[in-house]
């Protein structure tokens, strides 16, 4: 099974930025595809964004020109960048893969926006 480990969370003030990090177990290339979902308080787990294997990826309307999800192969990490993070963003964020059938999640990190 893919262990995922995520770092990069925090606090961070409106408008301010952070980025995510999600280092995998095994490559990533073995991987069909990797993502960001968050997790407010009292809401559903949501998509935030994926990328897969051949590098297409999907974002939540309402991050898209906000966040940006990336990969460094070397690393067997995927990152997610926020810029102009607002209050709404507050979550707790966590990193997916899903490979051979199969899907394993990260602990989760936690992002506050707040001022």
């Known amino acids: 099974q893919v262990q995922l480990v995520e770092s990069g969370g925090g606090l961070v003030q409106p408008g301010g930025s952070l980025r995510l990090s999600c280092a995998a177990s095994r490559s990533i290339f073995s991987i069909y595809s990797m993502g960001w979902y968050r997790q407010a308080p009292g809401k559903q787990r949501e998509l935030v964004a994926t990328i897969t294997v051949g590098g297409s990826t999907n974002y939540a309307d309402s991050v898209k020109g906000r966040f940006t999800i990336s990969r460094d192969s070397a690393k067997n990490t995927v990152y997610l960048q926020m810029n102009s993070l607002k209050p709404g963003d507050t979550a707790i964020y966590y990193c997916?893969?899903?490979?051979?059938?199969?899907?394993?999640w990260g602990q989760g990190t936690q992002v506050t926006v707040s001022s």
């Open positions: 997916n893969a899903q490979y051979d059938g199969r899907s394993s």
